[in-house]
């Protein structure tokens, strides 16, 4: 139990049924191996949401969120919020007037880039009235430990300790409120939802916050049961099963400190476990598992298919438009493709993989084709359509 919450979630999601639903399915033949996948349909239900904000937080599994809606508005021609720049100004809190094409008075489909979050400059500037808001948390060690991995080299409080066992024995010798990239180091969920890191609040106070988010969001993932995750929020879109497959980035004592030391995001992370397993008794527990079970199927099958061995290097990746941004001392992986597939399963299979900035490049390149010769390096990113690269000659 901490701040008056307490960490559930059932001992086992129950015995394994056959998921009362059915799939429309159709095949697709590769002639260059003679092999036949099964895809489920692109059809989709009218009661899709197609009007969604994604509030993309730090080191919570966000980039695989996201490569799921990008490649669904992708798919489905549908506008995206994409920053002027590369990030909407974060560590500020987000202004709508970082929204490139905000000033035409267009309100776009799909939000889904970092940001620190601002309800007032996101509801109606920005999307339209019926945005189905969600985001997705992390246990906060987890968290805590990814962020020192991977920015090391930005937060000052990080920057001159060996290890983060060293920074949490004295964590206020190397942090300083306010200094560069610190709000890397502290509360990072509580910091990006646009809450204020530093100021503790009374009891009363978190939960007058907790009863705003609730209100605000209408799922909050957790990045420890991803599939479990993916199962609820593809239901709560209406979405069908292949559109929320996703093919990872991989990537004592302490703890207890970083329980003190990160209290905020403990009660966030607290409160929101809390909820999301209260969505899933209400969606059932048994179906719950059979339907993760139907995923992780899926995932394999189309992993088979498209993906040439597990996940590799980005110096291992043959196809450079392939390779993942790297930062910090922590390897992002990514995959190859299968060779050989049609040109119809590589457009596919590629959208699965394309890492976060290349698809982000892809979608830019759609929207503002007119401005785009001069932002995108077209060495690193994958223009519209995605195609093969062309036999006998060298992928890159």
Partial sequence: TFFGFTLWKPRHLGSLVSPAMRLSLWASHSFTSGRSVVFLSSTVSSLARHHIMFLKTHKTAGSTVLNVLYRYGDHWNLSFALPVHYQFGYPSLFRATWVKGHDTGQRFDLMCNHMRFRLSEVRLPVMHPDTFFFTILRHPVEVAASAFSYYKSTASAFRNVSSLDSFMQNPLHFFHPGAQGNN???????????????????????????????????????????????????????????????????????????RQWNSLDWALYFHFNTSFWHHAARFGLARLDAEVQELRARKKVLAAHCLQGSAVEGRIINDKRFRPFQLGSVQILGYNLKPGLSREEFTRCSRFILPELQYKDRIYVRQFPSKAQARINWNHTIGSPLRRPPVGKAKA
């Fill in 184 to 258: 890397y180091a502290r509360n990072l969920m509580w910091f990006d939802l646009g809450l204020d890191p530093h100021k503790k609040p009374t009891q009363t106070e978190l939960q007058k916050i907790f009863t705003s988010l609730d209100n605000i969001f209408g799922i909050v993932l957790l990045a420890d049961y991803f599939d479990e995750s993916m199962v609820l929020l593809r239901h709560a879109l209406c979405w069908p099963l292949d559109d929320v497959v996703t093919f990872k980035s991989c990537w004592h004592n302490t703890a207890v400190r970083l």
